[in-house]
């Protein structure tokens, strides 16, 4: 018997806000930026690459190369897409090191 995988698209998972929000979230928590970088490949996949560039004032192309796994796109660059999306990142205390201010 032989057994058929079926593809796991996340782009279909991300289908709200809340679901981006939770996402991205867990992929920052988890610390790899390199997976972080590819979360934003399938949220921007997920709203529209055509809309984000627009909103962001990129190219589409240049969206997609900046995006491509392997790619290093400046910070700058991952801001301005972040914001795009409409997406706020916070900082908070972590769970890790404490440091105290004497």
């Keep these: 018997m032989s057994q058929t995988l079926t593809n796991f698209d996340m782009v279909a998972l991300l289908d709200s806000d809340e679901a981006i929000s939770e996402y991205l979230s867990q992929v920052l928590a988890d610390g790899d930026s ?3 970088l590819r979360a934003i490949g399938y949220v921007l996949r997920a709203r ?15 969206l997609y190369k900046a995006f ?15 914001h795009a999306l409409g ?3 916070c ?6 090191i404490n440091h105290s201010v004497s």
């Design 48 to 62: 529209g690459m055509t809309q984000i560039a627009k909103n962001s004032g990129m190219g589409r192309e240049s």
């Design 87 to 89: 997406i706020d990142l």
């Design 68 to 82: 491509a796994p392997g790619a290093k796109p400046r910070f700058d660059t991952v801001l301005k897409v972040i």
């Design 34 to 36: 390199e997976e972080f």
């Design 91 to 96: 900082a908070q205390p972590g769970h890790g």
